[in-house]
């Protein structure tokens, strides 16, 4: 489905739907003319879980992507957990499977990075990394 910031906008304000561990949300899209926008904020789980977000918007054409850019961090009260970004790395073999979507992952945060699969230029991030956050930090083991 293409999205527009109509859509987009509708759903993130109605992003504590998706789960029921999410608080609250500070989330706001603003837009930057008719076709484009910035979308920044936090959503806020239970547990002291914050999935922060900035990504920039651009519906101007479907050959550009919906998303331009992102960043994602999910957070235990202030402890990083990790975080996703879209900063190309066109000379690390390892990431070329997603290039140039990648996971920032512990040891060493900062340059451990590993292929993120689950994240796209082309439709909205936010459902993957909310149920990425549900999988990790609230299914309880079968045991």
């Avoid at 918007?57 to 998303?67: D, E, H, Q, R, V």
């Avoid at 512990?106 to 459902?127: C, M, T, V, Y």
């Amino acid at each position: 489905m293409p999205w527009s910031l109509d859509s987009y906008e509708e759903f993130v304000y109605r992003i504590r739907e998706r789960s029921p561990h999410i608080l609250f949300s500070t989330l706001v899209l603003q837009r930057r003319g008719k076709l484009a926008g910035v979308l920044s904020g936090e959503i806020v789980f239970a547990n002291d879980i914050k999935l922060r977000v900035y990504e920039n918007l651009n519906c101007l054409s479907p050959n550009t992507g919906f998303i331009i850019d992102y960043g994602y961090e999910v957070k235990i009260g202030e402890a990083v957990q990790y975080w996703y970004d879209s900063q190309p790395h066109p000379n690390d073999p390892t990431l070329q499977s997603t290039h140039p979507h990648h996971k920032h992952i512990a040891p060493d945060i900062k340059r451990h990075r590993i292929p993120a699969p689950g994240l796209s230029f082309n439709e909205p991030n936010l459902p993957f990394l909310i149920r990425e956050i549900e999988a990790l930090f609230f299914t309880q083991s079968q045991g």
